[in-house]
């Protein structure tokens, strides 16, 4: 429990004393309401006029675990179509996708399915596959050192834009005595 929320607990149980023992006193009524009557700790919380979470706390400490309702979930919708009914589904769909266009990320992948990013990780990692394989990777090149040889990496744009690599600043001013001297 949050310690904002006991305080504001612990506050409504002084304020209301009366009201706390009358609380506990109708737990069955309570309980047939939150269980049976179809109400939520969010519905109660209104009729109370107080937070939806000291409402949860109260219900808690009088012993009453309140059902979660449950919501309709954006994958739900889409399971019966196929591609995100399994593992064996979504990756067989995501090697597609590689073969067809070379390389994918999670953005291109929700963009074709029309779910969020953030909704795609979430199914992936319920399915127990790594979200972070299909994060673009930068990618760099292994390039000598014009002086003396030692592979070293650079991004592809540097490798594109500049004639000559070194690999350290001692290398570069090396070479360029002896450039100088030729």
Request: hydrophobic fraction near 30%.
């Amino acid at each position: 429990m949050k310690k904002k929320t006991k305080k504001k607990l612990e506050t409504l149980k002084e304020k209301f004393k009366n009201f706390w023992e009358e609380w506990i006193n109708s737990k069955k009524e309570l309980e047939f309401l939150l269980l049976q009557g179809g109400l939520t700790t969010s519905d109660l919380a209104k009729v109370f006029k107080v937070p939806r979470s000291v409402m949860y706390e109260m219900i808690k400490a009088i012993g009453i675990k309140p059902k979660r309702k449950k919501s309709t979930q954006w994958y739900k919708a889409r399971l019966g179509k196929g591609i995100l009914q399994s593992k064996e589904r979504l990756l067989q769909w995501i090697s597609k996708e590689i073969e067809n266009k070379g390389r994918v990320n999670i953005k291109m992948l929700a963009n074709q399915l029309q779910i969020s990013p953030e909704q795609l990780k979430a199914h992936m990692i319920r399915l127990g596959i790594d979200p972070d394989e299909f994060k673009r990777k930068p990618t760099t090149i292994l390039v000598p050192c014009d002086y003396c040889g030692n592979l070293h990496s650079r991004s592809p744009s540097e490798v594109k834009n500049q004639k000559h690599f070194f690999c350290s600043r001692n290398c570069y001013e090396k070479w360029k005595k002896e450039q100088r001297r030729s």
